[in-house]
């Protein structure tokens, strides 16, 4: 085997949309880089499945099952940013399994590999670390000619969630969570909002900390399991070569460094939700100060991500629970309101908005409704409740800017009474008059 000790600037492991941007950036930016992926045909079956299901359930009318394989198998034959699109930018696209070895090199299937820095994210492989074996994963669904009546589909948080609600239009779903709580980076009135929903779609849900790979099987009436792997798969990455434990998230500093200053990581790997929007943020970080010797932080006080269910989540900050910890109970205020959807297309779709402060100061937002993910970004902007007041006007009743202009008009409602402001001052005004 070669011994291609080649100077990468940085050495990316991952195949995800998030990974080929952040390759493509570096590239851009003079960097000399190696994108590595064992699982790159995977990754766009599974991201374009999703995306084709999740479609079906918003528009009635878009075809059958074999109408949504063929446009899946079309846009995998010609998905953005292929290997051969990145490799005519100058990207050494590298589609084989890796291992670290001594001296942070690499072992690939046909020679060696050595970076300066590397950078551990999403779409690398497929992890099913903690659920059911020999089971079939998502993208595996392609190979089917129809979909079963009924599925039990196995994952960790929103990823499957989502899953669940883009399969209930074609099965009936069991979603068996490997955690005790259903979306746990979630505020405690998004879960109970979610959990209400996917009860009105009939998805039963099961949570168990068993260890289903050794046939602990929660339901065993499905004619179907599924398996909702983790985008990342280090087991046989050798990093315990490299004192980086792989069991459970990795760990890193605030500039999203392990303990061995060479590699960074994001995405799903850090633990939490893993959340396309987070882990763009986290891969901007991570690629600064991998590149530039950087000390950008990420601030998750600060983070926004979306989850694309019947009603669309947005979540940007603290819940009320971390805000609660972090500040003192006394020091924080809720106010939240909702309102029906003018033209629901079910009964259970709802529009939501809670607002978590610090003083005048937001600190958490968490919003469900039509293009939640992308109003919570803006409204996080927003530093002050000051500053979001005159920014909400009044709007169209039945919008998720209604319930926005509902909660802010409680909490200006509490703050600010200028019919009392006007009278006290007056009072005022005449006592010091009279004293005169």
Same mark, same amino acid.
């Given at each position: 085997?070669?011994?291609?000790?080649?100077?990468?600037?940085?050495?990316?492991?991952? /195949?995800?949309? $998030?990974?080929?941007?952040?390759?493509?950036?570096?590239?851009?930016? #003079?960097?000399?880089?190696?994108?590595?992926?064992?699982?790159?045909?995977?990754?766009?079956?599974?991201?374009?499945?999703?995306?084709?299901?999740?479609?079906?359930?918003?528009?009635?009318?878009?075809?059958?099952?074999?109408?949504?394989?063929?446009?899946?198998?079309?846009?995998?034959?010609?998905?953005?940013?292929?290997?051969?699109?990145?490799?005519?930018?100058?990207?050494?696209? &590298?589609?084989?399994?890796?291992?670290?070895? $001594?001296?942070?090199? *690499?072992? *690939?299937?046909?020679?060696?590999?050595?970076?300066?820095?590397?950078?551990?994210?999403?779409?690398?492989?497929?992890?099913?670390?903690?659920?059911?074996?020999?089971?079939?994963?998502?993208?595996?669904?392609?190979?089917?000619?129809?979909?079963?009546?009924?599925?039990?589909?196995? $994952? @960790?948080?929103?990823?499957?969630?989502?899953?669940?609600?883009?399969?209930?239009?074609?099965?009936?779903?069991?979603? &068996?969570?490997?955690?005790?709580?259903?979306?746990?980076?979630?505020?405690?009135?998004?879960?109970? *909002?979610?959990?209400?929903?996917?009860?009105?779609?009939?998805?039963?849900?099961?949570?168990?900390?068993?260890?289903?790979?050794? $046939?602990?099987?929660?339901?065993?009436?499905?004619?179907?399991?599924?398996?909702?792997?983790?985008?990342?798969?280090?087991?046989?990455?050798?990093?315990?070569?490299?004192?980086?434990?792989?069991?459970?998230?990795?760990?890193?500093?605030?500039?999203?460094?392990?303990?061995?200053?060479?590699?960074?990581?994001?995405?799903?790997?850090?633990?939490?939700?893993?959340?396309?929007?987070?882990?763009?943020?986290?891969?901007?970080?991570?690629?600064?100060?991998?590149?530039?010797?950087?000390?950008?932080?990420?601030?998750?006080?600060?983070?926004?991500?979306?989850?694309?269910?019947?009603?669309?989540?947005?979540?940007?900050?603290?819940?009320?629970?971390?805000?609660?910890?972090?500040?003192?109970?006394?020091?924080?205020?809720?106010?939240?309101?909702?309102?029906?959807?003018?033209?629901?297309? @079910?009964?259970?779709?709802?529009?939501?908005?809670?607002?978590?402060?610090?003083?005048?100061?937001?600190?958490?937002?968490?919003?469900?409704?039509?293009?939640?993910?992308?109003?919570?970004?803006?409204? /996080?902007?927003?530093?002050?409740?000051?500053?979001?007041?005159?920014?909400?006007?009044?709007?169209?009743?039945?919008?998720?800017?209604?319930?926005?202009?509902?909660?802010?008009?409680?909490?200006?409602?509490?703050?600010?009474?200028? #019919?009392?402001?006007?009278?006290?001052?007056?009072?005022?005004?005449?006592?010091?008059?009279?004293?005169?």
């Amino acid at each position: 085997m070669p011994d291609h000790s080649t100077d990468y600037d940085l050495a990316i492991l991952g /195949g995800s949309i $998030g990974s080929r941007l952040a390759a493509y950036t570096a590239v851009r930016r #003079g960097a000399r880089v190696a994108l590595i992926s064992q699982a790159w045909r995977d990754n766009d079956v599974t991201r374009h499945l999703w995306h084709a299901l999740h479609s079906a359930n918003l528009k009635e009318d878009l075809g059958t099952w074999p109408t949504l394989r063929d446009w899946v198998g079309f846009q995998c034959e010609h998905t953005e940013l292929s290997p051969t699109i990145l490799r005519t930018q100058g990207i050494d696209v &590298i589609l084989e399994p890796a291992r670290f070895i $001594g001296n942070l090199k *690499l072992k *690939l299937a046909s020679r060696y590999l050595k970076a300066s820095r590397y950078l551990l994210t999403d779409g690398y492989g497929m992890s099913t670390s903690g659920m059911l074996q020999n089971n079939w994963l998502c993208h595996r669904l392609m190979q089917l000619d129809a979909i079963p009546q009924r599925i039990a589909l196995v $994952g @960790h948080g929103a990823m499957a969630v989502e899953w669940a609600y883009a399969l209930s239009r074609f099965a009936t779903v069991t979603l &068996i969570l490997l955690e005790q709580v259903l979306l746990p980076a979630e505020d405690h009135d998004i879960q109970r *909002l979610v959990s209400a929903q996917l009860k009105s779609l009939s998805i039963n849900i099961v949570h168990t900390k068993e260890c289903l790979r050794d $046939g602990v099987i929660p339901n065993d009436d499905a004619d179907l399991f599924v398996v909702v792997p983790q985008p990342f798969a280090w087991e046989t990455l050798g990093l315990e070569n490299l004192g980086i434990m792989t069991g459970k998230p990795i760990a890193t500093n605030r500039y999203l460094q392990t303990n061995c200053s060479q590699i960074y990581v994001s995405g799903g790997s850090l633990g939490g939700e893993n959340r396309t929007e987070l882990t763009q943020q986290e891969t901007m970080i991570a690629l600064e100060n991998a590149l530039f010797g950087r000390r950008h932080a990420m601030d998750y006080r600060q983070a926004f991500y979306g989850i694309n269910l019947l009603s669309p989540i947005g979540h940007w900050g603290l819940t009320e629970r971390q805000a609660k910890e972090h500040y003192g109970a006394a020091a924080v205020e809720v106010v939240q309101a909702s309102c029906l959807p003018e033209m629901a297309k @079910h009964p259970a779709q709802t529009n939501f908005c809670k607002l978590i402060t610090h003083g005048s100061r937001i600190v958490g937002v968490h919003l469900m409704g039509e293009e939640a993910a992308t109003v919570v970004a803006t409204l /996080g902007n927003q530093p002050t409740m000051g500053t979001l007041s005159r920014q909400i006007a009044r709007v169209i009743p039945g919008t998720l800017f209604d319930a926005i202009y509902q909660a802010a008009d409680q909490w200006k409602s509490r703050h600010w009474n200028e #019919g009392q402001w006007r009278r006290d001052w007056a009072e005022n005004w005449f006592n010091l008059r009279r004293s005169i």
